[in-house]
Structures are given as C-alpha cells and as structure tokens.
C-alpha cells in the first residue's frame, strides 16, 4: 500500500446480534451477479420472495434496540426507516444518531411520519445534522410535534441543514407553542439562517415564560454560524445565558 494513494482496507463488520441494544444502519450492497467459467453473467430467473431489509439487518427482529446509528443511507433508507418504524420496530428505542446521512425532505418525511404516527414515543435523543433538511421538513416537524410526536424528546440536533429563515421561524413558533417542552438541548447552527430567522429564535427564547412553561429545561441552545448582521447583535444587549450565537 502506498500512502496517500491506496485508502486503508476496510475491516469487515461483525455480524449484529439481534439481541443487542444498538444497531447500526447500512444499506444492503446488491447481489453481485453470477458468472460462468468463460466470464459471462448467468441469467437467473427471479424467484417470488419475500422483501429482503433495505438494511443488513432486518429490523424487525432487533426488539432490544435502544440506541440506533445510520451509514450514510440516504433518501431511500430515511424512508425505509420511516416505513420499518410504522410497523412496529425497536418499540424501546430512545437514541436516534442520523448524522450526515443526507437524507434530504424525501428522507426526512417518512421518518417524521412515523413519528406523527406515534412512533418514537420514548426517543430523548434524535441528531438530525447535515441531512439537507429545508424548511418543508422543518414544518413537516412542527406538525408532528405540536400534535404530540417525540413527547418525551430532549436532545435536538439540527445543525449544518438548509432551513434558513423560513425554517428558524418556524422553529420559533414551536418554541412559543410548546413543542419543546421537554427539550434541554436545541443545535440550529450553520442552517443558514439570517436576521429574519434569528430574530424570531432570539425573541423566542428571550421570553418570560420560557423558562417556567416553554422550555423549563433548557441548557444550551445553539444559533452559531448563521452570520447575523451587527445590527442585530447590537439590537439585542442582554441574550439568555443559555443562548450561543
């Protein structure tokens, strides 16, 4: 191997026990085709089966599950999720690590359906970076939540996502409507939010009943990386202390 020209061979992946209580997401590679001696693909006639996991696990059969992990699987696997949750997958499930999967709205949609469905009732931890999200699956969020999905959420990781403003009001709007009753935690930054939208964030969580009735656990809230104007950091002196910006 030649550094700098080879990339490191991969080790191959233990086989996951279907009694563990994390999982970790890959798509399933395709079957590779079958060649005869002379090199040439063998046809072979498609059997009536049934649907194989769009993973390489079937989730269906991972009922201790309470910590789940995504590879980098994209729109189809942000649906297929959706989909395995609606039927009843990882009843136990409380951590939900979809970091950089770029899932984009087609992905994002599903999984929050389930979630409207009442699927995700005890998840507290659900990381959402650098999905491609717009502010269609930010209102597609507010819908869900604000009619009671992830009633028991605490961690929110929103960050290095596409909403900008409309979505940074909207968010602001599920604040001062308690969707975030539960939520210590809340990362929007580097979502391209300008003045509009942080105005609205910064509003929200300045206000007097944040900490008695909207958000009574709130730690950390993040808004980093959005560029505001200097206008609008001169026009709010006093910031909550729990406020990054």
Not at 57 to 84: H, P, Q, S, T, Y
Not at 113 to 131: E, H, I, P, Q, Y
């Amino acid at each position: 191997m030649i550094c700098g020209v080879n990339d490191p061979i991969k080790e191959a992946m233990d086989p996951q026990r279907e009694t563990a209580t994390t999982v970790v997401l890959i798509e399933r590679p395709p079957t590779p085709p079958q060649i005869d001696e002379n090199g040439n693909v063998i046809e072979v006639k498609k059997k009536k089966s049934k649907k194989k996991s769009f993973f390489t696990v079937d989730l269906k059969r991972f009922r201790n599950v309470e910590e789940m992990k995504g590879e980098k699987i994209g729109e189809r696997g942000g649906r297929a999720l959706g989909r395995d949750l609606m039927a009843g997958v990882c009843p136990r499930l409380r951590k939900i690590d979809l970091a950089w999967n770029v899932m984009k709205f087609n992905g994002t949609q599903m999984l929050i359906d389930a979630f409207a469905k009442g699927c995700g009732t005890k998840v507290t931890w659900l990381d959402l970076r650098a999905n491609h999200i717009d502010s269609r699956g930010i209102e597609r969020l507010r819908m869900a939540m604000e009619k009671g999905a992830l009633p028991n959420l605490n961690h929110l990781d929103l960050r290095q996502n596409s909403f900008g403003d409309e979505g940074g009001k909207i968010l602001s709007h599920m604040t001062l409507a308690g969707a975030f009753v539960k939520v210590s935690y809340l990362r929007m930054d580097n979502c391209q939010i300008r003045d509009g939208g942080l105005r609205a964030i910064i509003m929200a969580m300045s206000s007097k009943s944040l900490k008695t009735d909207l958000m009574p656990d709130v730690d950390f809230v993040g808004i980093k990386n959005n560029h505001p104007s200097t206008a609008l950091v001169k026009s709010f002196k006093l910031l909550p202390p729990f406020l990054c910006i």
